[in-house]
T-cell receptor
């Protein structure tokens, strides 16, 4: 299984809603990532989990809250978002082996619209 | 300063012809990795090819090859025999530091939109 899955595919939420994005991988990867991507722009790193511990937070506002319940799952909890948070949210995972390419495998993304 | 530069916002190629997408990078770290990803309009980022800074030979994966010129700090992607399905956004990315210690932080270029004409 060389797949990263993300749910939901599309999400529309109001600024007062609370929602969660889910990501799952069964490749035994030990690092998982959340990215935010605006149209025609490169992905921007938000968070990195390594061995289920948060290792990088790229100064993301607290209305985004990541969670890694186990090595296969990654969640992104959303609360009180702003319209400018509308974007494609991509999850990725990678092996973390010393000397290896450790390429990141991406999921299909969740297209989020904040009204 | 930009760490990854892709100077071609858009490229056009005729089906079955080869095309080169440019990428230059900037790092003082002797250990780094360079990646190319393809992103169709559906949104998923697809890993294409990898080149490590210590690799002596240019990487190849099927119709994809990476023209790695270390002294010039360039890592151009060559797609041979273009197909209509190659139409997509292409991102060059760099990971600095030895594997296992840098937590996989990728720096992406701005991307090149490739359009393949029949």
């Amino acid at each position: 299984d060389t797949e990263v899955t993300q749910t939901p595919k599309h999400l529309v939420m109001g600024m007062t809603n609370k929602k969660s994005l889910k990501c799952e991988q069964h490749m035994g990867h030990r690092a998982m990532y959340w990215y935010k991507q605006k149209a025609k722009k490169p992905p921007e790193l938000m968070f990195v989990y390594s061995y289920e511990k948060l290792s990088i937070n790229e100064s993301v506002p607290s209305r985004f809250s990541p969670e890694c319940p186990n090595s296969s799952l990654l969640n992104l909890h959303l609360h009180a978002l702003q319209p400018e948070d509308s974007a494609l949210y991509l999850c990725a995972s990678s092996q973390e082996t010393s000397g290896g390419p450790n390429e990141q495998f991406f999921g299909p993304g969740t297209r989020l619209t904040v009204l | 300063a930009q760490k990854i530069t892709q100077t071609q916002p858009g490229m056009f190629v005729q089906e079955k012809e080869a095309v080169t997408l440019d990428c230059t990078y900037d790092t003082s770290d002797p250990s780094y990795g360079l990646f190319w990803y393809k992103q169709p309009s559906s949104g998923e980022m697809i890993f294409l090819i990898y080149q490590g800074s210590y690799d002596q030979q240019n990487a190849t994966e099927g119709r994809y090859s990476l023209n790695f010129q270390k002294a010039r700090k360039s890592a151009n992607l060559v797609i041979s025999a273009s197909q209509l399905g190659d139409s997509a956004m292409y991102f060059c990315a760099m990971r600095e530091g030895a594997g296992g210690t840098s937590y996989g932080k990728l720096t992406f270029g701005q991307g090149t939109i490739l359009t393949v004409h029949p």
